[in-house]
């Protein structure tokens, strides 16, 4: 079978009156694809989740410190929320936003995130083979002007999950999600 690759993003803003999350628009470029050297292990398949998550992690700031934003700091409910939501796109075998029938914010409200004055956005991917590895998801994001404005997005917070498994008929295939967040209003 051959690898595969496919992308979803979302984004949502809740203030008192809900007016849409902005991002920056900035075009895509190389430069922000991080050189192995400053995040190591972008094209291996095989590592842990944990070190995968590391590695997006690193790669996602790079990226915005390429574009002058501050780094964007791990969250525990958003990681957990992120975590659970790849783990519904494989249990419930439906690559959406809303797999299992869920809002893209049921797991930030679950684990507690969505309180107050708050703005969110979600970026999803899955891939096989060379095209699960952290650097080519993470590519592949920076190539959508979607999945670009929210890595780029006025954003302070990020959790980044992933979940291996069969979906839609494809084996091993390596789910991402970054939940990012934010309570400036």
């Avoid at 699960?132 to 959790?159: D, K, M, R």
């Amino acid at each position: 079978m051959l690898p595969i690759l496919v992308l979803s993003a979302i984004a949502a803003a809740a203030l008192v009156i809900a007016p849409a999350a902005s991002a920056r628009s900035v075009a895509f470029h190389s430069s922000e694809v991080a050189p192995a050297a400053v995040c190591p292990g972008q094209a291996v398949e095989g590592m842990s989740p944990e070190e995968q998550v590391g590695v997006m992690f690193c790669m996602t700031n790079y990226a915005r410190s390429v574009n002058g934003l501050a780094a964007v700091s791990q969250s525990k409910p958003l990681a957990r929320a992120a975590e659970q939501k790849s783990i519904d796109i494989v249990g419930c075998d439906e690559f959406s936003h809303e797999a299992c029938g869920r809002p893209f914010t049921f797991w930030d409200k679950k684990y507690g995130y969505l309180k107050g004055c708050w703005k969110a956005g979600e970026n999803i991917a899955w891939g096989t083979g060379q095209y699960s590895t952290v650097g080519s998801i993470f590519t592949a994001w920076l190539q959508s002007p979607e999945h670009h404005e929210n890595i780029l997005g006025p954003y302070s917070e990020i959790g980044i999950g992933l979940e291996v498994g069969d979906l839609e008929g494809n084996e091993e295939a390596a789910v991402w999600t970054q939940d990012f967040g934010s309570h400036k209003c």
